[in-house]
């Protein structure tokens, strides 16, 4: 099975608990920090792990490049996508592509 979709599907699995100790050290993981498009508002409101848990929320909108093709996340549970702060989680974007044959940012 597709390592994502393995992973969505053990999360789902997960009780509530063990979910957030999950989203919690992957988020020690994830690099946003280190890109460009990353800013004080997403430090702030401690917003990081756009592929799993969705686009930023209020603090980034301008794509200035994204670093999440290097991330050790991206090609642990096998990423296709990027710029999720700001197009949405792996999900979405995979949905979209499914739906419309691109991405809506593309
Ligand atoms: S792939 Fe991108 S959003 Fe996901 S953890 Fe890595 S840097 Fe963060
Ligand atoms: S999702 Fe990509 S573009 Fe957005 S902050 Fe993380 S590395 Fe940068």
């Not at 020690?28 to 409101?45: D, G, H, Q, R």
């Not at 792996?90 to 419309?100: A, F, I, M």
């Amino acid at each position: 099975m597709d390592k994502f979709v393995s992973l969505v599907k053990e999360m789902k699995s997960l009780p509530l608990e063990e979910r957030d100790k999950l989203v919690e050290e992957k988020k020690k993981v994830c690099i946003c920090p280190t890109c460009p498009s990353f800013n004080k508002c997403a430090i702030v409101e401690r917003e990081k792990l756009f592929c799993l848990l969705g686009r930023s929320f209020m603090c980034i909108s301008y794509e200035e490049g994204c670093n999440c093709p290097t991330c050790p996340i991206s090609k642990e549970v096998g990423l296709e996508y990027k710029y999720f702060c700001t197009r949405g989680d792996e999900k979405g974007q995979r949905y979209e592509q499914s739906v419309w044959g691109s991405t809506l940012s593309e």
